[in-house]
């Protein structure tokens, strides 16, 4: 990840500011989507650990359901679930029901109680939500890293119970997974000590018998750069597993996950592909005879 000069974050606090202000306008929208909202659902004793779940009424040819765990984003330390009534929205309206969760936050915790609390909400997934219902984990920036060792790291999967059972996918949006050394001086702290380093880092977990990877990044996301979801590509697929990735011109950390605004969704490549991932599983089971980059260009 890139390090913040001072500049850096007198404009990343504006842009906080107008970001804020966007998600209220695109939050607003998202409530009138077609789904059935049961919100602040404990799965842990922490204020911190609850999550909203989202069954669509999305008519969609009566087949099953796909679930997806959304994993929110905010460099480890911001974030709440209720910001992304938008995301989930949108793929209710896919055809999709639809988990959000919150996670205890540094410094509050460190990597190792963040990760405890994706695994909990993992397996509460497994355990309450229709078990016909194949389960994709989704997450954007920091809430991918974690998302993507979720899937990968078979100790944590392990843990979660049945989840392994029904986990179809995972869907990956400019996630820093191959994050080493670290680039801000509370990260040290963050994923420390120092023998736990190693196990922040996704590319350290790939495996053949993982599920299949649809790893999404912006060209011009100069936060993560796009180099981590290639690294994961290659180094899953280099051990047999199953990898791709699609790179969107014009498109930068943020622009990534506000593609699925109601105001951005339709013509959204992001969401074409997401939709082609989960509801076509033979997408994501198969890799193209070239693996350069491909660029999409149709947004």
């Given at each position: 990840m890139k390090p913040l000069t001072n500049i850096d974050k007198v404009t990343a606090r504006f842009t906080g500011w107008m970001q804020n202000l966007g998600h209220q306008v695109i939050n607003l929208l998202a409530r009138f989507g077609e789904?059935?909202?049961?919100?602040?659902?404990?799965?842990?004793h922490d204020?911190?650990?609850?999550?909203?779940?989202?069954?669509?009424?999305?008519?969609?040819?009566?087949?099953?359901?796909?679930?997806?765990?959304?994993?929110?984003?905010?460099?480890w330390e911001h974030g709440d679930k209720r910001s992304f009534r938008f995301v989930a929205d949108s793929l209710c309206a896919m055809g999709c029901d639809v988990v959000v969760i919150d996670y205890r936050l540094y410094p509050q915790v460190r990597f190792p109680q963040m990760m405890s609390d994706v695994v909990a909400a993992g397996r509460w997934v497994a355990?309450?939500?229709?078990?016909?219902?194949?389960?994709?984990?989704?997450?954007?920036?920091?809430?991918?890293?974690?998302?993507?060792?979720?899937?990968?790291?078979?100790?944590?999967?392990?843990?979660?119970?049945?989840?392994?059972?029904?986990?179809?996918?995972?869907?990956?949006?400019?996630?820093?997974?191959?994050?080493?050394?670290?680039?801000?001086?509370?990260?040290?702290?963050?994923?420390?000590?120092?023998?736990?380093?190693?196990?922040?880092?996704t590319i350290n977990f790939v495996r053949a018998d993982g599920p299949p990877l649809y790893l999404l990044h912006g060209e011009d996301d100069t936060r993560v750069r796009r180099g981590h979801s290639k690294s994961l590509m290659e180094k899953t697929?280099?051990?047999?597993?199953v990898a791709n990735r699609e790179v969107?011109?014009?498109?930068?950390?943020?622009?990534?996950?506000?593609?699925?605004?109601?105001?951005?969704?339709?013509?959204?490549?992001?969401?074409?592909?997401?939709?082609?991932?989960?509801?076509?599983?033979a997408r994501g089971s198969s890799q193209p005879e070239d693996d350069a980059l491909q660029v999409n260009t149709n947004h």
């Open positions: 789904y059935q909202l049961v919100q602040d659902i404990a799965y842990g204020v911190r650990q609850q999550l909203d779940y989202y069954q669509s009424r999305a008519d969609h040819a009566g087949l099953i359901r796909p679930l997806v765990l959304f994993i929110y984003g905010g460099a355990e309450n939500t229709p078990a016909e219902q194949p389960v994709y984990v989704m997450g954007h920036s920091a809430g991918a890293h974690l998302g993507s060792l979720l899937c990968l790291n078979k100790t944590l999967l392990v843990q979660a119970g049945i989840l392994a059972e029904r986990l179809q996918g995972f869907v990956g949006m400019a996630g820093p997974y191959d994050y080493f050394p670290y680039t801000e001086d509370t990260h040290w702290d963050l994923f420390g000590p120092k023998e736990n380093y190693p196990l922040s880092r697929r280099a051990v047999g597993g969107y011109e014009n498109m930068g950390h943020v622009d990534i996950i506000v593609a699925f605004s109601v105001l951005h969704r339709r013509n959204s490549p992001v969401m074409r592909d997401i939709a082609r991932f989960i509801f076509e599983p």
